[in-house]
Nanobody
Framework: VQLQASGGGLVMAGGSLRLSCAAS????????MGWFRQVPGKERDFVAG????????KYADSVKGRFAISRDVAKNTAFLRMSSLKLEDTAVYYC????????????????????WGQGTLVTVSS
């Protein structure tokens, strides 16, 4: 599975941005999708995940109520809608995929994911 993340950029604090992750080379509906982020010198952190069926969602506490993950099977694309952005949301955002398991299980650790996109930079300014 190949993943291509896009949509990053510079945004003012309080603003919104939508990231996209286009998947190819596999049956998209078989895969859980996740978004992670990383700042220099720190570990890659889980942001949000969505199960293969689209019904199970998981969010990091830091983004609950502000970010929304979704997927469009027809477009083989996962999205991360980010609202009320804060300075601390500045990071490189990565999308990832893993073969789905139970419909209600969404993994949140980077080693749980097998495929990764190249990352897209989100910079939130004051």
């Amino acid at each position: 599975v190949q993943l291509q993340a896009s949509g990053g950029g510079l945004v003012m604090a309080g603003g919104s941005l939508r990231l996209s992750c286009a998947a190819s080379g596999g049956t998209f509906s078989n895969y859980d999708m996740g978004w992670f982020r990383q700042v220099p010198g720190k570990e890659r952190d889980f942001v949000a995940g969505i199960g293969w069926g689209g019904r199970s969602l998981k969010y990091a506490d830091s983004v609950k109520g502000r970010f929304a993950i979704s997927r469009d099977v027809a477009k083989n694309t996962a999205f991360l809608r980010m609202s009320s952005l804060k300075l601390e949301d500045t990071a490189v955002y990565y999308c990832a995929a893993r073969r789905g398991e139970s419909w209600n299980v969404v993994r949140a650790r980077p080693p749980d994911y097998d495929y990764w996109g190249q990352g897209t930079l989100v910079t939130v300014s004051s």
